[in-house]
């Protein structure tokens, strides 16, 4: 088929759909985290940790169902149960996974309200394990409201990564991997 047809045949396709309905778009603001520590033990560790169900709840307490308690991350595709304290609930999916390196997560809420993604990266640190803690998430309220909920999501990523932390520094068995 000649470029000329192709352009023609996509223009039909294009005058089509447009004639069916029309997209809405709208710009929305994307709010990005970044969150650092140091922990005291090899990647291992913090690895087994932080993908152990016992431990999830401990270090991120959205994931606080029974189920989630018997899981271990292991592979893309996982999933997690979370409710946040906002009253949003729904599932976390791994979407990448390198062992001992690093764990992505896909927050969907059940209503689809807002889009967030989770990125967790461990590297060599000086003192053992550096974890770099990313979480962004779309948010469609007022400049005050936005700006309120990043200070709140910044202080939990901090709790989180202290909690984490201290888990590991202190040895807190990670458990058996166990599947769902």
């Given at each position: 088929?000649?470029?000329?047809?192709?352009?023609?045949?996509?223009?039909?396709?294009?005058?089509?759909?447009?004639?069916?309905?029309r997209?809405?778009?709208?710009?929305?603001?994307?709010?990005?985290?970044?969150?650092?520590?140091?922990?005291?033990a090899?990647?291992?560790?913090?690895?087994?940790?932080l993908?152990?169900?016992?431990?999830?709840?401990?270090?991120?307490?959205?994931?606080?169902?029974?189920?989630?308690?018997?899981?271990?991350?292991?592979?893309?595709?996982?999933?997690?149960?979370?409710?946040?304290?906002?009253?949003?609930?729904?599932?976390?999916?791994?979407?990448?996974?390198?062992?001992?390196?690093?764990?992505?997560?896909?927050?969907?809420?059940?209503?689809?309200?807002?889009?967030?993604?989770?990125?967790i990266?461990?590297?060599?640190?000086?003192?053992?394990?550096?974890?770099?803690?990313?979480?962004?998430?779309?948010?469609?309220?007022?400049?005050?409201?936005?700006?309120?909920?990043?200070?709140?999501?910044?202080?939990?990523?901090?709790?989180?990564l202290?909690?984490?932390?201290?888990?590991?520094?202190?040895?807190?068995?990670?458990?058996?991997?166990?599947?769902?």
């Amino acid at each position: 088929m000649s470029r000329t047809k192709v352009v023609m045949a996509c223009s039909a396709a294009a005058l089509t759909l447009a004639s069916a309905g029309r997209a809405e778009m709208k710009r929305v603001p994307v709010v990005r985290l970044h969150a650092v520590t140091e922990v005291a033990a090899p990647a291992s560790a913090v690895w087994a940790y932080l993908v152990q169900g016992k431990s999830l709840a401990t270090w991120c307490p959205i994931w606080k169902s029974a189920a989630d308690s018997r899981t271990t991350l292991t592979r893309v595709g996982d999933v997690l149960d979370f409710t946040d304290e906002w009253g949003n609930n729904g599932r976390s999916v791994v979407t990448y996974l390198v062992k001992d390196k690093e764990l992505r997560v896909a927050h969907e809420p059940h209503d689809g309200s807002y889009m967030c993604q989770a990125k967790i990266v461990l590297s060599p640190g000086d003192k053992g394990t550096t974890i770099h803690y990313w979480d962004q998430y779309t948010d469609e309220s007022a400049e005050k409201d936005l700006q309120a909920t990043a200070c709140k999501m910044e202080t939990e990523m901090e709790q989180a990564l202290a909690v984490l932390k201290k888990g590991v520094e202190q040895g807190a068995p990670a458990g058996r991997p166990s599947r769902r």
